[in-house]
């Protein structure tokens, strides 16, 4: 029984370690949104960046695709020479 406990015990301390180094990482991220701002960059947008960066592209040109169509629908234009 000991020796389960001993096993429990590591699981659970690994998993804290793991849980207080993600809450830094998150505070270092915050912090880089906040420099980006700082210098001028929008962080919304940069979010956006970042989810679209972290799609497979054959995702990506369907989500693009159906957001162009949504806006052609609405009588909108995505062109940049509209």
Known sequence: MA???EIL????ERI???????KDVGEDIK???SEAKGSGFDSKIL???IKLRKMPPDERQE?????????EALGETT????
Do not use: P
């Not at 015990?9 to 659970?12: A, G």
């Not at 804290?16 to 993600?22: D, G, I, P, S």
């Not at 062109?79 to 509209?82: E, K």
């Open 3 to 5: 020796f389960a406990r």
């Open 9 to 12: 015990r590591s699981f659970i």
């Open 16 to 22: 804290e370690n793991l849980e207080a180094q993600k």
């Open 31 to 33: 912090e880089v949104y």
């Open 47 to 49: 979010r956006a960046v």
């Open 63 to 71: 989500q693009d695709a159906l957001v162009e169509m949504y806006l």
């Open 79 to 82: 062109s940049m020479t509209a």
